[in-house]
C-alpha cells in the first residue's frame, strides 16, 4: 500500500461513505431496530434467516424480491427511520472537522452512500456542513438495484462533479467500500474504525488503511 501522502498527490475529490466516516448512523435508534419495523411493514412475515439480521439492508433487499411496489414502500419506511436515526445519531470523531478542512483546502467533498440521500441531507443541515459538500450520490427510490459493492454512485459522482479516477479517492469503513472502490477504477481509503477491520481490509487491497480521520487530515496538510 501507498502512503497517504502518495496517495493524495494530484487527487482533488474527496468522497465519503456517510454511515462510518461522517456519523454512526444507528448509535441511537438502533439497526435491529430498524429490521423490526421493516419488517412489520410487510405483508407477510420475514423469513428466519432475515428476521435475524441486524442488518436492515437486508429487509431491503427482500423486499426487492417482492416486487417493485413492495420494495418502494419498504425504502420509504426505510428512509423515515434514518431520518429518526440521524437526528439522534452521534458524530464520527474529527468526520466534521475532516470535511470543513478538505473542502477549505480546495478539495470537492461529496457523500457516497446506500443510506438515503434525505437521510444525509437532514444530517448535513443538522451539523451545518451543507456548505462544504459539493454533492450527495445516495439511496433513492429508482437506484435500488445500483448500492455499493457496484461502482454506479461512485461513477455517478464523478460524473456529476467533472472529475476522474486519477483525481479521486474514497474513504469508506466496509469492505463493500472498498469493492466499489475497486468496481470503479478508485484509489480507495479504509477507514478502520474498530481494531478488528484493519486484518478485514488487507484482504481487500485498499490504498490505505487508517484508524483515525486525523491520519487523513495530517496527510492533506502535506499533500
Known amino acids: 500500500m501507498s502512503t497517504l501522502t502518495d496517495l493524495l498527490t494530484a487527487r482533488t475529490c474527496l468522497l465519503l461513505d456517510f454511515d462510518g466516516p461522517i456519523c454512526a448512523v444507528f448509535s441511537g435508534l438502533t439497526s435491529r431496530d430498524a429490521v423490526e419495523h421493516l419488517g412489520s411493514q410487510l405483508d407477510t412475515p420475514l423469513p428466519p434467516v432475515i428476521s ?3 442488518d436492515p439492508f437486508d429487509v431491503l433487499e427482500y423486499a426487492r424480491g417482492l416486487g417493485p411496489a413492495t420494495a418502494t414502500r419498504i ?8 431520518l429518526e436515526a440521524v437526528a ?13 478542512y478538505a473542502s477549505r483546502r480546495g478539495y470537492s467533498v461529496a457523500v457516497v452512500s446506500n443510506n438515503s440521500a434525505e437521510s444525509i441531507s437532514a444530517y448535513l443541515d443538522r451539523y451545518n ?6 454533492g ?3 439511496r433513492t427510490p429508482a437506484n435500488l438495484d445500483k448500492f455499493k459493492p ?3 454512485l461512485l461513477d455517478l459522482a464523478m460524473q456529476a462533479l467533472g472529475t476522474n ?11 463493500t467500500d472498498i469493492q466499489a472502490a475497486h468496481a470503479a477504477q478508485v484509489t480507495s481509503i479504509a ?3 474498530r481494531p478488528e477491520k484493519v486484518d478485514r481490509f488487507a484482504d481487500y487491497g485498499p490504498g490505505a488503511v487508517i484508524t483515525h480521520l486525523t491520519d487523513l487530515m495530517d496527510a492533506l496538510v502535506v499533500g
Not at 425504502?75 to 434514518?82: G, L, V
Not at 439522534?88 to 470543513?100: C, F, H, V, Y
Not at 456542513?129 to 459539493?134: H, N, P, S
Not at 479516477?165 to 469492505?175: E, I
Open 150 to 152: 457496484g461502482p454506479y
Open 75 to 82: 425504502e420509504r419506511a426505510f428512509t423515515r427511520i434514518e
Open 165 to 175: 479516477v486519477k483525481q479521486t479517492v474514497f474513504v469508506g469503513d466496509s469492505t
Open 52 to 54: 435475524e439480521t441486524t
Open 88 to 100: 439522534q445519531s452521534s458524530q464520527t470523531p474529527d468526520g466534521a472537522e475532516l470535511i470543513r
Open 129 to 134: 456542513l451543507r456548505d462544504d459538500i459539493a
Open 191 to 193: 477507514f478502520a474504525n
Open 136 to 138: 450527495i450520490f445516495a
